[in-house]
């Protein structure tokens, strides 16, 4: 996929994608650095196991706010396209791997990889012209 760097809206995007993944590891390596030496308990635990989800809100925020600036309608429908298309496959693996964990006892995938599938899923459909 070729990124025109000098649309104002995809430089947006890029910066406000990259804040929050730089703010996400930083989150998520305090997180796991306080959960292995001094483990929080009771309600702080789950505030605290929860923050490394708050930049990744914002990396979903940044999309959205991607498809209010892009100009460009032909981008604009590439990218619902493809986060339509990741939605899709999203819903489709998750709740297919569901009923594999329910019934014939699937090993459980921890839920944060939901948005890994996402993500996944919308940069290969991106990529088909």
């Keep these: 996929m070729h990124m025109n760097v000098r649309n104002p809206a995809i430089r947006a995007y890029m910066a406000r994608f990259t804040v929050s993944m730089v703010l996400y590891m930083v989150v998520l390596f305090g997180v796991v650095w306080v959960f292995n030496t001094h483990p929080p308990q009771g309600p702080a635990s789950y505030l605290l196991a929860a923050l ?50 329910n019934f014939a006892g699937g090993p459980q995938i921890p839920m944060y990889y939901v948005f890994v599938v996402f993500c996944a899923a919308m940069g290969v459909i991106r990529c088909i012209p």
């Design 52 to 101: 490394p989800g708050l930049p990744i809100v914002g990396v979903i925020w940044s999309i959205g706010r991607y498809l209010l600036e892009e100009q460009d309608e032909y981008q604009k429908v590439r990218a619902v396209r493809s986060i339509l298309g990741g939605i899709a496959v999203t819903l489709a693996l998750t709740t297919v791997w569901g009923f594999i964990e």
